[in-house]
């Protein structure tokens, strides 16, 4: 973490010191549980909790200093040394655009090269941070964002992770309104801005898609001249970013290009669901082969994104092809393969959803499903607005037309899904509704059998993900999917 003197702090988020202090924190966080000695405590208010609430705790554990939004005393009435600031996260902020900007002044006073690129878009955007921080990191000290860190809270703590050695800097930028990606491009100042695609996810609290397309264009807008615009050609909503950006654009494709793109050539999906292709640069070079070890063809716009991305930084093509060949799933829930003993499959991809996520994963699961039984445990996709029962009864047809072998359907909220396949298929047996997940779990545990295959899919709120972990585990003696398996399954630790 850059060096910020108590004093410092206050000076740059206008707020007050109740302590004169000159402690200089070593680390920021926002979980009273997280705290190390000489951690500088963020006391903010939550959904279900108020941080302020613990900054005993926070002090108890090492903490030296508090960003909190009111005075917070201990047992004797003596405060705790804070910086009180009428809004504890956009202070962060504050502290974190000062940050990046130190790191920038000292790094070019050195004659040392600093980028820091920011990514967003409706899917893909964890899967290809992990995918280009795996290319910078054998060039150089790079800094990405744990998990999916990518909002006003998420972005100013991967920045404190940085220091006056970081060589590049991954930004994560998701949204939930106009204004919000443009609010994080400013704390940051992105060289290297990444659009991956424009869907329907929070299309409900956007207020429709063209909304959607307006905020992720945000972050091209927010580039200066000497940027790059890195954006999908293949979606139409992101290639008209083309104009709305002062930066050079590069552009990406799996379609035919022109020399000035960066495109993916002779693209084939291996029989255990890994894309690879031809890489083609926009530098008069051959052609390279990309290997992913990524599972489903849709990873081909996420590969190629941070290939784009990795080319405009300056790394070289054949470095490119050898990290996105060597990587396999960095954050967890995201396409996440896992090989139960007794032959069952778990593909656990419950992160997230919205319906293109979705129907690349149920692709995904047709294609890896030949000449095995297929089961879609499948969830709600939240935030969809007036436009959830048309998107969940699109899947429920999508799943018939797909031959999936069984459907189980989880939550009212997803109801419209099971309904749909109903219709569509006429199915009997091979198509359930469970009211919870501890029923799906039932279901699951004593109708799998040795050789089946499971894709797991859901918002993250309504829970699959961790039913994906349990049904990984192996079976419970005397269910119909019985083994002599003692241990428990790898795990993994796979990604979108």
């Known amino acids: 973490m850059i060096s910020l003197t108590a004093a410092e702090i206050a000076d740059l988020t206008h707020g007050r010191l109740t302590v004169q202090t000159d402690v200089v924190p070593s680390s920021v966080v926002t979980d009273s549980r997280e705290v190390s000695p000489g951690s500088l405590y963020v006391a903010k208010r939550g959904e279900h909790a108020d941080g302020h609430d613990f900054v005993a705790a926070a002090f108890e554990r090492g903490a030296v200093l508090v960003l909190a939004e009111r005075e917070v005393a201990d047992a004797d009435g003596n405060p705790y040394p804070a910086v009180v600031v009428k809004d504890a996260v956009l202070a962060m902020g504050a502290l974190a655009a000062e940050c990046v ?30 995918l280009l921080a795996g290319i910078f990191s054998a060039a150089g ?104 950006t002062k930066a050079k654009v590069l552009g990406f494709t799996a379609a035919p290009a022109t020399t000035e793109e ?36 849709h990873h081909v716009t996420n590969l190629l994104a941070a290939a784009a991305a990795a080319f405009a930084a300056g790394i070289p093509a054949e470095d490119i092809a050898v990290a996105l060949s060597s990587q396999s799933a960095a954050s967890r829930w995201r396409m996440e393969r896992i090989e139960r003993e007794d032959g069952v499959t778990i593909i656990n991809d419950a992160f997230n959803a919205n319906p293109e996520s979705m129907r690349a994963a149920l692709r995904t699961l047709a294609d890896l499903g030949q000449g095995r039984r297929t089961w879609a445990v499948l969830g709600a996709m939240l935030e969809l607005g007036e436009d959830s029962i048309r998107e969940h009864t699109a899947v429920g047809t999508q799943v ?34 469970t009211e919870t997940v501890d029923e799906a779990y039932e279901l699951l545990q004593n109708e799998l059998r ?28 005397g269910s119909a999917g019985d083994s002599a398996a003692g241990d428990a399954a790898n795990e993994g630790n796979d990604l979108q």
């Not at 695609?197 to 409900?204: F, K, L």
């Open 400 to 433: 018939v037309r797909l031959n999936i072998s069984r459907l189980v359907v989880v939550g009212r909220e997803a109801r419209a899904l099971y309904v749909s396949a109903i219709q569509e298929g006429s199915w009997g047996d091979e198509c359930s509704f």
């Open 101 to 130: 900007r130190r790191i920038r002044s000292g790094r070019e006073q050195r004659g040392e090269d600093f980028t820091v690129v920011g990514i967003t878009g409706s899917a893909g955007k964890t899967t290809t941070k992990d």
């Open 262 to 297: 960066v495109e993916a050539r002779n693209v084939v999906v291996t029989d255990e669901g890994h894309p690879t292709f031809d890489l083609v640069l926009p530098d008069g070079g051959p052609s390279v082969r990309v290997r992913s070890r990524l599972i489903g063809g």
């Open 450 to 477: 040795p050789g089946d295959l499971v894709l797991f899919k859901s918002s993250k709120a309504v829970g699959l993900r961790h039913l994906g972990d349990r049904i990984a585990l192996p079976p419970r003696a």
């Open 141 to 244: 000290n790079t800094i990405a964002p744990q998990g999916s860190y990518n909002g006003e809270v998420g972005v100013p703590l991967t920045v404190f992770s940085a220091d006056e050695d970081t060589r590049f800097l991954v930004i994560e930028m998701g949204a939930t309104g106009i204004g919000h990606i443009k609010y994080l491009a400013d704390l940051v100042k992105p060289d290297i801005g990444v659009v991956l695609m424009v869907g329907t996810a929070h299309a409900g609290e956007f207020g429709g898609v063209e909304n959607i397309a307006k905020t992720k264009g945000e972050l091209v807008e927010a580039l200066d001249e000497q940027g790059t615009a890195v954006i999908n050609l293949d979606d139409g909503r992101v290639a008209a970013m083309r104009t709305r």
